[in-house]
């Protein structure tokens, strides 16, 4: 089949409107029957913005409507039956399915919210022919009554399906006091899912944090987030098997306008718009953006929320973060769905909007390690922290790196270095604090610039950058030459000619010395009146001829 006659769910995402118009569509009803089967009947999911939350929470609505036409082929068909009989239900059962969206509006106080809450129950009511029968004008409690009213008179619990439930939370991130209110009110508003808990079939919320419990006895505190359970992590994205399946022509004739092999293609893909990660094992891409990238047949830049962006870079500086540790982070699994301001507002933030994503996972005590999900996220998260840490910068950061790289890749050593020194006066230090820790806030600003060029550089060439205590190492591999730099951040931290002695020390360089390619290494001092990189020396490093192996 051509790719052009073909149909991709470009901007598409309900699920009854992609069966009905035949558009592509990979199957993700196994994991519904998954949830229908092994799963609570309360649960919150976390996903980053665009990975496929409504449409899987619409492909919930159309089957707790029982439109079997819908599913035909599909897996959930072939299993109805079978998970009905063993769960004592009627199979294709059309259950009310109140539908709630809490996404599309700003919300400023909790006014806001209660208002947008008791419009959409309001909706529900007038399509059930719904009178309340108090006085009372709180959206909990309309819902309470709504619930009791549709099991009493049609005979069928409700399911409650909300999209986008938590916008009011993250939209009030920053200021704690009313993103406190914000959470107290959807508590209230889901203690149905506890009170009427005979008259609910099942409530499933979508979104990228989860509520904040009011306490353990209290609120709506009997729900399950599913987000990291191993059974239910391939709900939302796909694999790259998927694309294989069920994108083949739009892959083969990518890779033909790319001029690269299909292989080389998706690894590219994956280079690019892969990586997300929510079990440590499996990998995934955001569904709406690879199917942008495959209807279009472009290579687009990825969809990052910059405020967020903007706002973590804040907090990085005033906190005095290594920028570098972004990539190499710690944290339990808990942290990453938190929706409390108060903690440190960067894992949890960067985690929610897909730039940071888990890596790999210590099982035994259940520490995820982290890093940044794939490198058009790299590349747009590095772009807004340039400008954090660099306000007077005139220029685009891309700029710079091109031209340092191009020197690099060139062997001009100076004139690499002279760019470097146009640029670092560039770095703002007025974020650190004048106190006893000024210092080490300092040694962080002047470490994150460093990385910011090199880790940029590394969409041309394979970079690798090193923090330590008062110094930074970089290794920078062209197409002639290995270069390892150690750059002392500190005017005491040592001399061009000690920094050299120690990289002939580390690890990564002697793995380095063992190729054909000739590795330079580049000792730099630090200016400290000036704040930039001062004098420095180069030497080449002499290779052991028992270890001149072919370049890996």
Same mark, same amino acid.
């Given at each position: 089949?051509?790719?052009?006659?073909?149909?991709?769910?470009?901007?598409?995402?309900?699920?009854?409107?992609?069966?009905?118009?035949?558009?592509?569509?990979?199957?993700?009803?196994?994991?519904?029957?998954?949830?229908?089967?092994?799963?609570?009947?309360?649960?919150?999911?976390?996903?980053?913005?665009?990975?496929?939350?409504?449409?899987?929470?619409?492909?919930?609505?159309?089957?707790?409507?029982?439109?079997?036409?819908?599913?035909?082929?599909?897996?959930?068909?072939?299993?109805?039956?079978?998970?009905?009989?063993?769960?004592?239900?009627?199979?294709?059962?059309?259950?009310?399915?109140?539908?709630?969206?809490?996404?599309?509006?700003?919300?400023?106080?909790?006014?806001?919210?209660?208002?947008?809450?008791?419009?959409?129950?309001?909706?529900?009511?007038?399509?059930?022919?719904?009178?309340?029968?108090?006085?009372?004008?709180?959206?909990?409690?309309?819902?309470?009554?709504?619930?009791?009213?549709?099991?009493?008179?049609?005979?069928?619990?409700?399911?409650?399906?909300?999209?986008?439930?938590?916008?009011?939370?993250?939209?009030?991130?920053?200021?704690?006091?009313?993103?406190?209110?914000?959470?107290?009110?959807?508590?209230?508003?889901?203690?149905?899912?506890?009170?009427?808990?005979?008259?609910?079939?099942?409530?499933?919320?979508?979104?990228?944090?989860?509520?904040?419990?009011?306490?353990?006895?209290?609120?709506?505190?009997?729900?399950?987030?599913?987000?990291?359970?191993?059974?239910?992590?391939?709900?939302?994205?796909?694999?790259?098997?998927?694309?294989?399946?069920?994108?083949?022509?739009?892959?083969?004739?990518?890779?033909?306008?790319?001029?690269?092999?299909?292989?080389?293609?998706?690894?590219?893909?994956?280079?690019?718009?892969?990586?997300?990660?929510?079990?440590?094992?499996?990998?995934?891409?955001?569904?709406?953006?690879?199917?942008?990238?495959?209807?279009?047949?472009?290579?687009?830049?990825?969809?990052?929320?910059?405020?967020?962006?903007?706002?973590?870079?804040?907090?990085?500086?005033?906190?005095?973060?290594?920028?570098?540790?972004?990539?190499?982070?710690?944290?339990?699994?808990?942290?990453?769905?938190?929706?409390?301001?108060?903690?440190?507002?960067?894992?949890?933030?960067?985690?929610?909007?897909?730039?940071?994503?888990?890596?790999?996972?210590?099982?035994?005590?259940?520490?995820?390690?982290?890093?940044?999900?794939?490198? +058009?996220? #790299?590349? &747009?998260? %590095?772009? *807004? =922290?340039?400008?954090?840490?660099?306000?007077?910068?005139?220029? /685009?950061? $891309? !700029?710079?790196?091109?031209?340092?790289?191009?020197?690099?890749?060139?062997?001009?050593? +100076?004139? #690499?270095? &002279?760019? %470097?020194? *146009? =640029?670092?006066?560039?770095?703002?230090?007025?974020?650190?604090? /004048?106190? $006893? !820790?000024?210092?080490?806030?300092?040694?962080?600003?002047?470490?994150?610039?460093?990385?910011?060029?090199?880790?940029?550089?590394?969409?041309?060439?394979?970079?690798?950058?090193?923090?330590?205590?008062?110094?930074?190492?970089?290794?920078?591999?062209?197409?002639?030459?290995?270069?390892?730099?150690?750059?002392?951040?500190?005017?005491?931290?040592?001399?061009?000619?000690?920094?050299?002695?120690?990289?002939?020390?580390?690890?990564?360089?002697?793995?380095?010395?063992?190729?054909?390619?000739?590795?330079?290494?580049?000792?730099?001092?630090?200016?400290?009146?000036?704040?930039?990189?001062?004098?420095?020396?180069?030497?080449?490093?002499?290779?052991?001829?028992?270890?001149?192996?072919?370049?890996?």
């Amino acid at each position: 089949m051509e790719n052009n006659e073909r149909q991709l769910p470009f901007g598409v995402n309900d699920f009854e409107e992609i069966r009905k118009r035949g558009l592509s569509y990979v199957d993700k009803t196994e994991y519904l029957a998954n949830l229908r089967c092994y799963g609570p009947s309360i649960v919150t999911l976390c996903r980053p913005p665009s990975f496929g939350k409504t449409l899987f929470a619409t492909t919930l609505k159309a089957y707790y409507e029982g439109k079997k036409e819908l599913f035909k082929g599909l897996y959930i068909e072939k299993v109805e039956e079978e998970i009905a009989e063993a769960r004592n239900y009627k199979p294709w059962g059309a259950y009310p399915v109140l539908w709630f969206d809490l996404g599309g509006r700003t919300y400023t106080s909790q006014e806001d919210l209660d208002e947008e809450l008791r419009k959409q129950v309001s909706v529900w009511e007038k399509r059930y022919n719904f009178v309340p029968y108090t006085s009372s004008t709180s959206p909990s409690s309309h819902l309470s009554q709504l619930v009791a009213y549709l099991h009493k008179e049609i005979g069928e619990q409700a399911v409650l399906l909300v999209d986008n439930y938590d916008t009011p939370i993250f939209q009030t991130y920053d200021n704690p006091e009313l993103n406190l209110d914000v959470n107290k009110s959807l508590c209230v508003f889901f203690e149905v899912t506890k009170c009427n808990n005979a008259d609910i079939e099942a409530c499933i919320l979508f979104g990228r944090s989860r509520i904040r419990e009011r306490s353990a006895f209290s609120g709506f505190n009997n729900h399950s987030d599913i987000s990291f359970h191993y059974q239910h992590t391939k709900i939302c994205g796909f694999t790259e098997q998927d694309l294989i399946e069920h994108f083949s022509p739009e892959l083969a004739a990518l890779a033909k306008k790319e001029n690269l092999s299909e292989r080389k293609l998706l690894a590219k893909l994956e280079q690019r718009y892969g990586g997300f990660n929510f079990n440590g094992e499996d990998t995934f891409y955001n569904p709406g953006q690879i199917i942008e990238v495959l209807a279009t047949q472009t290579l687009i830049e990825p969809w990052v929320d910059r405020d967020v962006i903007r706002s973590v870079a804040q907090r990085v500086r005033t906190k005095g973060w290594v920028a570098s540790e972004i990539e190499n982070l710690q944290c339990e699994r808990t942290y990453l769905t938190n929706s409390v301001p108060e903690y440190a507002g960067v894992l949890d933030r960067l985690f929610q909007i897909g730039v940071l994503t888990v890596k790999s996972e210590e099982k035994k005590f259940q520490i995820l390690q982290l890093g940044i999900s794939n490198e +058009e996220y #790299a590349y &747009a998260f %590095l772009h *807004e =922290f340039f400008l954090a840490y660099c306000p007077t910068l005139q220029e /685009k950061p $891309e !700029t710079i790196v091109e031209r340092i790289f191009k020197a690099l890749a060139a062997k001009e050593l +100076e004139n #690499a270095m &002279a760019q %470097l020194r *146009e =640029f670092m006066p560039h770095i703002d230090y007025n974020g650190a604090p /004048k106190d $006893e !820790t000024y210092a080490s806030y300092k040694n962080s600003f002047f470490q994150a610039g460093l990385y910011f060029i090199f880790r940029r550089m590394n969409e041309h060439v394979s970079t690798k950058v090193e923090c330590h205590k008062e110094c930074v190492d970089i290794l920078v591999k062209t197409s002639k030459q290995y270069y390892a730099f150690s750059f002392l951040c500190t005017s005491t931290a040592g001399t061009p000619e000690s920094a050299i002695e120690a990289l002939k020390e580390r690890d990564y360089v002697k793995t380095l010395n063992k190729y054909k390619t000739p590795l330079r290494l580049v000792g730099v001092d630090f200016d400290a009146q000036n704040k930039n990189i001062g004098a420095w020396k180069e030497e080449e490093m002499k290779k052991d001829k028992e270890e001149d192996n072919k370049e890996a």
